[in-house]
């Protein structure tokens, strides 16, 4: 019996928000809030510092929202991977797993913490961390699957598809 598509995506949501977590307790266990320490020098650090905001620090003080928004997204994502559970079309499921997996790893530190913690500096761009690699990534490679390999049935005046 083969692992069927949505399990994939449910695993690969569950994983990135565990390993997420994961990372997130060592660098907040062992390190002190502001501390850095240097992987290659002035060019990747490990700096621990907490992020009252959304991406990039924007919407500071806006905790329900920031609370609010994830969740629903969450929520949404999951409905729609169980209900498209049938479809051949793996790779934009595996996009939206990927954003909701670090969708719920930074959900998890609002409600926990009332922060993000952050740790990846690459000291000229807002340090982040895995969940955000994974919204990121899952964002592009929507983008990617809508530009390039979504191709949608045309459809001429009369309205019957081509």
């Known amino acids: 019996m083969s692992l069927r598509k949505h399990h994939i995506c449910y695993a690969a949501i569950a994983a990135l928000a ?3 977590q994961a990372v997130k307790h060592i660098v907040s266990t062992h390190m002190h809030l502001g ?4 992987i290659v020098e002035n060019a990747l650090h490990i700096t621990y510092v907490s992020n009252n905001g959304g991406a990039f620090s ?3 003080g806006q905790a329900a929202l920031l609370l609010a928004v994830p969740a629903v997204l969450a929520v949404a994502i999951i ?3 169980h209900k498209m559970r049938n479809s051949s079309r793996i790779f934009p499921l595996l996009a939206l797993a990927l ?3 670090g969708g719920l790893g930074n959900f998890i530190d609002r409600a926990r ?3 993000v913690v952050d740790f990846i500096d690459f000291r000229v761009f807002p340090v982040f961390n895995i969940a955000d690699i994974g919204v990121c990534c899952g964002c592009g490679l929507l983008f990617l699957h809508m530009v390039f390999l979504d191709k949608p049935s045309k459809v001429n005046n009369g309205g019957a598809t081509q």
């Open 113 to 115: 913490l009332g922060f």
């Open 99 to 101: 954003i909701c997996g």
């Open 18 to 20: 565990a390993a997420d």
């Open 58 to 60: 924007i919407l500071q």
């Open 35 to 38: 501390e850095t320490i240097p």
């Open 79 to 81: 409905a729609y991977i």
